[in-house]
């Protein structure tokens, strides 16, 4: 799908734009975000602020990384 910016009322941005937006097999949408991890292996801030924004705004969002 084309990208396009997922509003995130009370998030740490108004909006946001996932990496990847698909239909899953329900016909629901749903996004990808990809990003950089630390040593943990767990998102940078930046990126679990996006997932958190996306998340609470109702658009199921998973993450995958590129490091």
Known sequence: MK???IPT???HKG???PDI???DCNGNLCG???GRTKADGL???RE???LDDLNGAG???TFQQYD
């Open 3 to 5: 990208e396009r910016l």
């Open 9 to 11: 009322p009370g998030g």
């Open 15 to 17: 909006g946001r734009r």
């Open 21 to 23: 937006l698909y239909k």
């Open 32 to 34: 990808v975000n990809v």
């Open 43 to 45: 998102p940078i801030k």
């Open 48 to 50: 679990q602020q996006a």
């Open 59 to 61: 658009l199921p969002t």
